[in-house]
């Protein structure tokens, strides 16, 4: 005996359940997660692995499968116990089904593209399947295909025709009717058993009446009624219908998917390496090849549905591809609405492009004084430059290996005047450091900070946290808010205590080590491809700003602010 007990929300709710049961649609039996394909696919009368097949490619389509699914689930009875999730749920009844919806929900609403858009065309699409089933049960609609009334015949001298003799509102006393000497009063007799009411036939001539209380079996053949209220025949008894489960896809389909998939596989494999993509370009090559193999292997699973065989073992390859599927589509998603953000809330930021093509040339342009040559920039430790860092500045290359920004801070001592500074001991120093917190976000670019020797500096902010690194970031990371969000990060977070020179010094003694912590930090908001790297003076072997400048100045053939090479 099911044991699960109907709960009685509030009249609005229970109106709006009572419509959902009425519609006739359920979850099935036949499930791989929360039986709402199936109980769709019986809706429509389709296959449910073509039902499943069409789920997971209109996931791809901003989520759309995913949020149906979700609602169907949530609100469809379930077939074995008629619990519908979200009665239980208003109720006060917790059932842990609920996080899965929750989590397919949560898909949809992550997927990039229309968003709630598309949830709220999935909701209308469960709608009609719904609305659709109630119409089917009053007799029109998708899938009526017609039926028999089970109300008894319209008798014209039954007790319901209104103008009828027997109706007991047209009964009056009549003399003939009267009781006399000759024919004694009616006397009800009391009965042993209430039998309800049947509509019995009118027999035939010829046939004999049908009696209720004889064995069916004893019946003749020839005496039972005939009409669209017979009784079915007892003696031919319809056969059971046998049941025939449908061939599955052969093993040449299943290898031959798996095959392809590995070749195609292999070949995108051969364009990273080729080209020398970023986490970027990873990132939008391996989302369109996994919803390419989505995208044909359920076009495969339609056709196996049209030809009336079943998906087999291409299930497992599905749910592979469809878990690949959905870690790429997180990743995009993530990559896009991290970099719309970054880019669309920090308007304020210096953009810098770092670019080997064309005459992308300028001295002392941005705010700054700096120098670049196509797709490498230097800048110098002026309060002027630093400024611009801290308002922030965005560097955006077209090679990591080749872009290269570098900030040199250096010189700091010869344009600002020394500070006091609180150490962790409760002493005061004086300090010719860079202090502050400067903002740096790079796509596709190499942005080196150098320090004077000696220097404290960590990687993060203040209100938000702070590591001490020499760098963050790299050819295969995303970083957001100082947080690998994507791929590997060269982040260097392990300096060994026994290699520490004086240069270290102020990260394990508190004689140096300042009260508030680093006198730098280096925001990075984000970054794609890209890396901040921290150094000192006496560790960076390239080129300081005056050195480049001293080579590339402009008697090279550089106007100040002019942004191009004459």
Same mark, same amino acid.
């Given at each position: ?11 609005a ?8 049961r ?45 949020a149906l ?8 009875? #379930? ?13 006060g009844? @917790? #059932? ?11 898909? =949809?609403?992550?997927?990039? +593209?229309?968003?709630? $858009? ?6 209308? $699409?469960l ?18 295909? +017609? ?8 008798? *014209? ?14 009964l /009056? ?14 006397v ?14 009118v ?16 019946? *003749? ?14 003696v ?31 070949? $995108?494999?051969?364009v990273? @390496? ?12 391996? &989302?369109?090849?996994?919803?390419? $193999? ?18 087999? +073992? ?64 230097? /800048? ?17 290359? #077209? ?24 150490? %962790? ?8 450091? *860079? ?13 080196h ?12 902010? =203040? ?18 808010? &100082? ?17 520490? !020179? &004086? ?10 080590m ?12 984000? %970054? ?6 921290? &150094? ?16 590339? !100045? ?6 100040? !602010? ?5």
């Amino acid at each position: 005996m099911n044991s699960y007990q109907q709960p009685q929300p509030g009249k609005a709710p229970r109106r709006f359940f009572t419509w959902v049961r009425s519609s006739g649609l359920i979850r099935g039996n036949d499930r791989w997660i929360g039986g709402v394909c199936s109980g769709i696919a019986q809706r429509l009368g389709w296959s449910p692995t073509l039902v499943r097949a069409l789920m997971i490619v209109a996931t791809l389509f901003f989520g759309f499968g995913a949020a149906l699914y979700a609602m169907g689930w949530f609100l469809i009875p #379930d077939v074995r116990s008629g619990q519908i999730l979200a009665e239980d749920l208003i109720e006060g009844q @917790w #059932d842990w089904n609920c996080l899965g919806c929750f989590l397919f929900m949560a898909v =949809a609403v992550l997927i990039p +593209g229309a968003g709630w $858009v598309c949830i709220a065309l999935a909701a209308l $699409v469960l709608w009609l399947i719904a609305q659709s089933g109630v119409r089917q049960q009053e007799g029109y609609g998708f899938g009526y295909h +017609g039926g028999q009334s089970t109300a008894p015949p319209n008798n *014209p001298n039954g007790p319901n025709n209104p103008n009828g003799p027997n109706n007991p509102n047209n009964l /009056a006393p009549n003399p003939s009717m009267q009781p006399s000497a000759a024919m004694p009063p009616y006397v009800s007799q009391p009965v042993s058993q209430s039998v309800p009411y049947v509509s019995q036939p009118v027999p035939q001539a010829g046939q004999r009446p049908y009696n209720p209380t004889s064995s069916s079996a004893a019946m *003749p053949v020839d005496d039972i009624p005939a009409g669209k209220y017979a009784m079915p025949n007892p003696v031919a008894a319809a056969a059971p219908r046998s049941s025939t489960r449908r061939k599955p896809a052969g093993p040449v389909v299943v290898l031959s998917v798996l095959g392809l998939s590995f070749i195609s596989f292999a070949a $995108v494999m051969a364009v990273i @390496w080729e080209y020398d993509m970023d986490v970027s370009g990873i990132v939008r090559v391996g &989302t369109i090849w996994i919803s390419a $193999v989505c995208v044909v292997m359920g076009l495969i699973v339609i056709v196996l549905g049209f030809k009336g065989r079943r998906a087999g +073992g291409l299930i497992p390859l599905g749910l592979i591809a469809g878990a690949c599927a959905m870690c790429m589509i997180i990743a995009s998603g993530t990559y896009a609405i991290r970099h719309y953000d970054a880019t669309h809330t920090n308007i304020s930021y210096t953009d810098i492009t770092l670019s080997s093509a064309g005459g992308h040339a300028s001295v002392d342009a941005y705010g700054m004084n700096q120098v670049q040559v196509k797709d490498q920039f230097y /800048a110098d430790s002026s309060q002027r430059t630093f400024d611009k860092l801290v308002r922030g500045v965005w560097f955006s290359g #077209d090679d990591y290996d080749s872009s290269q920004a570098v900030l040199d801070l250096s010189d700091w001592e010869s344009s600002h005047a020394p500070h006091k500074l609180e150490l %962790s001991n409760g002493n005061t120093s004086i300090s010719n450091c *860079p202090a502050g917190t400067i903002t740096i976000s790079a796509v596709q670019a190499q942005v080196h900070i150098i320090l004077p020797d000696g220097c404290s500096y960590g990687i993060g902010s =203040a209100w938000r946290g702070y590591t001490y690194s020499n760098s963050m970031g790299g050819k295969y990371a995303v970083i957001y808010d &100082t947080v690998n969000l994507i791929g590997f990060s060269d982040t260097d977070q392990g300096h060994s205590i026994d290699s520490y !020179d &004086t240069n270290y010094a102020w990260m394990t003694d508190d004689s140096k080590m300042p009260a508030n912590g680093p006198e730098l930090l280096v925001d990075i908001p984000f %970054s794609a491809g890209a890396r901040v790297n921290m &150094t000192y003076i006496s560790d960076w072997e390239g080129s300081t700003y005056m050195q480049f400048r001293n080579n590339f !100045d402009t008697t090279n053939g550089y106007t100040e !602010d002019s942004g191009k090479a004459e």
